[in-house]
Structure formats: structure tokens, C-alpha cells
């Protein structure tokens, strides 16, 4: 009998893993190695890797078979995707010429096939009891896509706001779901992360002022006010300390 545990659905997405590395030069032998080519290859395979969890814990034969195995990845999709929304939004940090256009063209159809499935099946990782978390996941999936998408397929100079603003996206997403679906850990989580965001993008700022004695001041007290912050939302959670 298969295993069924957490433990056995890490040595599969391992296995899984090392199999999609291994392929990659195979790959490019059978379909030739020109750079259109090596873009769609790996465009492949790295939609694979976000994607491929969340389809596969979407899956009703392998929720009702392997369940532990449907939750692991779940979580290990949604982990990915987030992490890799959270860079891919700093494409708007670099500029991006047409050159660069032409070859992000190559790649999108294959993401953009991925993104759909994603989008199409996200419901199967929800309940029959409880859905309200679906609505923010759906725009998890598709702002920060469509935000990173326009950020490759149009030409542009660094737009460094616009990058800071998709992170911060991403992330109150990440919050809007947790908060729907009553994980106040990933509440939390994203809001810890946003602090931290506003710190540095405070630094990113007035990072000129911060090698004088005002700036240092003024950077204390922001770092101050974020904690305070961040001190008073949990405890004004329920079972929070008084």
C-alpha cells in the first residue's frame, strides 16, 4: 500500500522536482536550442512548479484518496506562488526594451495557460461550507499576474512605485484571504511583511537623511510606530492578550 502521509507527499514533490531539472537538457535536445525555444522550456517548467501543486490539491480523486497529500500541496502551491508573485512583481524595477518584450511574448502563453487552470480549478480547493475566500484568492491569482504581465509585454522605463505597489498588493491578498478564511496566521504573516515593506520603502525614500543624526531619529521612530502598530492588531484579536 502507497504511503498516504505528509512525509510520503514531500518525497513525491521532491522527486517531482528533481525529475523537472533533469528533463530541462533533454528537453532543449529534442526541441532544439535556440533562445525561443529555451524560454518556452522554462517558462514550462517554472509554471509547472507554482501551478502544478495547486492543480494537482484541486484534484477530487486525490483529495478523497491522499488527502494529506491534497493539503501539502495546497499549501506548498499557494507558498510558491505568493513568493514568486512577490518577485515578479519587481519587474517594474528594471526597465524593459523590445527586445525584452519580444522574448516575454514567447513565454506568456505558456504562463498564461497555467494562470487560467489555476483560476479555473481554485475553486476546488474550497468547501461546500466555506467560500468567502475564494473571491480574494481569484485576485491574488490574477492582479499580481496582470500587474507582472504588463510589467514584461510593455516597454518601460523603472517605475519604482509601481513595483512597491504590487508587492503591497500581494501581500494585503494574502491578508484579505486569511481573514476570509479565519487563518489568522497568515494574517499576521502579511501584515508583518507589509510593516517590514513600509520600513524599507521609508528607507528607499529618505535614505540620504539616514546617514545624519535627524534621519537615524526619524527612522527609530517609524520603526517604533510600525511595531506599536503591529502590537495593537493582535491584541485586538479574539484570545488576544488584553
Keep these: 500500500m502507497l504511503a498516504t502521509g505528509s512525509l510520503a507527499a514531500l518525497v513525491l514533490i521532491g522527486a517531482l522536482a528533481s525529475t523537472g531539472m533533469a528533463v530541462y537538457d533533454p528537453l532543449l535536445d529534442f526541441f532544439g536550442h535556440d533562445r525561443q525555444t529555451k524560454i518556452l522550456v522554462l517558462t514550462g517548467l517554472g509554471s509547472a512548479a507554482v501551478f502544478g501543486p495547486l492543480l494537482a490539491a484541486s484534484l477530487p480523486v486525490l483529495q478523497r484518496q491522499r488527502p494529506a497529500f491534497a493539503a501539502l500541496y495546497a499549501r506548498l502551491g499557494w507558498g510558491l506562488y505568493v513568493v514568486a508573485a512577490s518577485i515578479g512583481v ?8 523590445s527586445n525584452d518584450v519580444q522574448n516575454a511574448w514567447v513565454g506568456a502563453r505558456v504562463v498564461g495557460v497555467g494562470l487560467a487552470l489555476a483560476l479555473w480549478r481554485v475553486q476546488g480547493l474550497s468547501t461546500r461550507v466555506d467560500t468567502r475566500w475564494l473571491l480574494p484568492a481569484r485576485l491574488l491569482l ?19 512605485l509601481l513595483g512597491a505597489l504590487g508587492f503591497v498588493t500581494v501581500w494585503a491578498l ?28 521609508y528607507i528607499e525614500i529618505f535614505g540620504s537623511l539616514l546617514a545624519t543624526g535627524v ?23 479574539p484570545g488576544g492578550a488584553a
Design 90 to 97: 519587481h519587474v517594474w524595477y528594471g526597465s524593459i526594451d
Design 142 to 160: 490574477s492582479l499580481p499576474a496582470g500587474l507582472i504581465g504588463l510589467g514584461c509585454l510593455l516597454p518601460h522605463a523603472p517605475l519604482e
Design 174 to 201: 494574502v491578508a484579505w484571504c486569511g481573514y476570509r478564511a479565519h487563518a489568522m496566521h497568515l494574517v499576521n504573516l502579511a501584515t508583518a511583511v507589509l510593516a517590514v515593506r513600509v520600513f524599507v520603502a
Design 215 to 237: 534621519g537615524l531619529i526619524a527612522s527609530g521612530f517609524v520603526l517604533l510606530a510600525l511595531t506599536w502598530f503591529w502590537v495593537r492588531k493582535i491584541r485586538l484579536q
